[in-house]
């Protein structure tokens, strides 16, 4: 007993050393605390199925950010991996009738092969030709889709697929976790050697060339990784619907998710998963305005981005942190001195 | 001592119609320091790109410890123990100076070289403190002047402990009292030994430079190169006494 209460003083000792002193990082903690939580407030199916989605989404914009946001490799065809991802599952669970947990992993497997082959045609492009390029694919692969009905469904695309489970909660639970631990991996990954050498790759391909490291193979890593998350979202986004269809391979997918990951910060992992987590439910809410709804969507990401070019969190992080100009450690920009090194912060 | 390191034959490369390196031929020792100077657009620079695989010749051959270069991957060729720095410096400039030198402390031979170092980071520090600019390893490298951002690319150079280090004009647009220190750390360099928990043989070096009065005081030997074809070589002395030098780049100095 006497134990237990130590480990949960030095938990809370570690908690109020390392989160609390940053608003930022209170800000993702209470995030993940009131998606567990949630379920306390509400069971409202419908808002439960909007989280759901937006959790998909989440991962699908922190996932072109890895590949975009860090390498600076401007993918205009995103949706190609999650549509990739959403019928390689949906084939493989209806067809195949293998079961989510095994449809969702491989479908994901199937989109790292389409990263595979979309980046090895891109090593050599860059800027604006690289974008045409990387929008091309998911429209070659519609064309393909359309062109083979008996196994894609063509316009109607491929329909009844199993739910991971058929409880409300249980499906809650997955999809957050999932997207919650996916995310956290994805930012582990930006914030580890390769994703330094990833930031470097964007900042100047040359100097990390003459540095020594093998620029092409840290490209396609990252068109790799970048793939099997996206795939994973495609997956899960299938499943949930118990559909894959063509829409998840539309040009609007692909600008949709850039304009996600541009609006809530590039480069960053966090602040595109916030954004989607702004946007897509606020969209949601004003569907009874439908023919309002896409003007509403450019004039918020607009008007961001004209005052806030970095975008959204990075904007508001700067305003309530300041970094200290002797340490670069981060403080709350209330406080006069460095928590750390106790420098002036003006 | 004697042992080749380098030997480059009738390299050549073309722009267009010109001929920017033209049938350079030239060897050189283990630790030797070759100066290699030359008036602007003589392919100075392009020659040092041939060298490390940033550009491909036309023609010719580039052999290192025995192995042939042309053909290799820039990477490629860094792994096997060349390193050079830019010209007009090329920093990462919205990372921290340290991730700067970090990125070349993750090649496979800098990683090789100094197993025995836990963290990259101490790597990077001491690189930075070798060129004299750990005090600035946090901020961003949008902040160096030109002489940091000069030391910043010797600090990269040494992070991948090569055998033969290309630099190309390190005292460009210094001040003298900078040029001096750079001159100083170059001479460091070249000697090798322990530099924290970095460790250097003492690299061969070519130094393209303009200024010629520092240059002479560090180079064992000297490569005129004019039009892309090399006009004369030999020591400091006998260089700066060749008539074909003076007319072709000196002369235009002493007006
Ligand atoms: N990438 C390039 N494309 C076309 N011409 C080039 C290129 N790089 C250099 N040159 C030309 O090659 C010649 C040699 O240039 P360079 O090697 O930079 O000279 P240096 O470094 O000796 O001043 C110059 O005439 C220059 O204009
Ligand atoms: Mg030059």
């Keep these: 007993m006497d134990l237990a209460i130590l480990y949960v003083k030095k938990f809370y000792k570690i908690i109020r050393g390392e989160v609390l002193v940053l608003p930022s990082r209170i800000s993702v903690g209470l995030f993940f605390l009131v998606l567990i939580g949630l379920p306390l407030i509400t069971r409202d199916p419908y808002i439960i199925r909007i989280i759901i989605l937006t959790s998909i989404f989440a991962i699908l914009a922190a996932s072109w950010d890895l590949l975009s946001g860090f390498t600076g490799q401007m993918n205009f065809g995103h949706a190609l991996f999650f549509g990739v991802g959403a019928y390689a599952s949906a084939l493989l669970n209806v067809h195949a009738h293998i079961p989510p947990w095994g449809s969702v992993p491989l479908g994901a497997l199937a989109a790292v092969m389409a990263g595979l082959i979309v980046g090895i045609p891109c090593l050599r492009l860059k800027h604006t030709y690289l974008a045409l390029t990387t929008l091309a694919f998911p429209i070659i692969l519609l064309g393909i889709i359309f062109a083979l009905p008996d196994w894609t469904g063509g316009e109607l695309g491929i329909s009844g697929l199993t739910r991971f489970t058929s409880s409300l909660l249980g499906n809650y639970y997955l999809h957050i976790i999932t997207m919650l631990v996916l995310c956290t991996i994805m930012w582990k990954i930006t914030d580890s050697n390769t994703g330094l050498i990833f930031h470097a790759i964007r900042e100047d391909e040359l100097a990390v060339k003459t540095a020594g490291i093998n620029t092409t193979r840290y490209k396609l890593l990252a068109f790799c990784l970048s793939g099997f998350f996206a795939g994973i979202a495609g997956g899960l986004y299938a499943h949930y619907m118990r559909i894959a269809g063509p829409s998840t391979l539309e040009v609007s997918m692909s600008f949709t998710v850039v304009i996600w990951a541009i609006f809530g910060g590039a480069a960053t992992i966090y602040g595109p998963v916030a954004a989607v987590f702004i946007l897509f439910p606020l969209l949601e809410f004003v569907r009874f305005w439908p023919e309002y709804r896409t003007l509403i969507f450019a004039f918020i990401v607009l008007f961001t981005l004209l005052y806030m070019p970095e975008g959204l969190i990075p904007w508001v992080r700067d305003k309530i942190e300041k970094e200290c100009p002797r340490c670069k450690i981060r403080n709350v920009s209330t406080r006069k001195t460095c928590r750390i090194c106790t420098a002036g912060l003006d | ?255």
């Design chain 2, 1 to 255: 001592m004697a042992e080749i390191l380098l030997k480059v034959e009738s390299l050549t490369k073309r722009f267009g119609g010109l001929r920017a390196v033209n049938d350079v031929s030239f060897c050189m020792q283990q630790k030797e320091v070759l100066g290699l100077i030359g008036p602007n657009g003589a392919g100075k620079t392009t020659l040092l790109r041939l060298l490390t695989g940033i550009l491909k010749p036309d023609s010719g051959s580039v052999i290192f410890k025995g192995t042939e270069l042309v053909g290799l991957k820039t990477w490629n060729i860094v792994n096997r123990g060349v390193a050079c720095t830019f010209q007009n410096m090329r920093p990462f400039r919205r990372l921290p100076i340290i991730a700067n030198v970090m990125v070349y402390c993750l090649s496979p031979r800098s990683m090789h070289r100094g197993e025995w170092v836990k963290k990259v980071e101490d790597k990077a520090m001491d690189a930075l403190e070798f060129a004299g600019i750990s005090d600035m390893a946090l901020e961003k490298a949008s902040v160096l002047s030109q002489g940091d951002l000069k030391r910043l690319e010797i600090a990269r150079a040494v992070a991948t402990d090569p055998e033969l280090l290309l630099l190309d004009e390190p005292f460009g647009g210094l001040s003298p009292a900078e040029t001096d220190l750079m001159a100083k750390s170059i001479h460091r360099l070249h000697k090798g030994g322990r530099f924290g928990r970095l460790h250097s043989e003492g690299p061969a070096m070519i130094i393209v430079e303009h200024k010629l009065q520092q240059l002479m005081k560090i180079v064992d030997r000297i490569i005129v190169l004019n039009f892309g074809t090399i006009l004369a070589e030999g020591t400091p002395e006998e260089v700066v006494k060749n008539p074909q030098v003076i007319e072709a780049y000196l002369g235009k100095e002493g007006d």
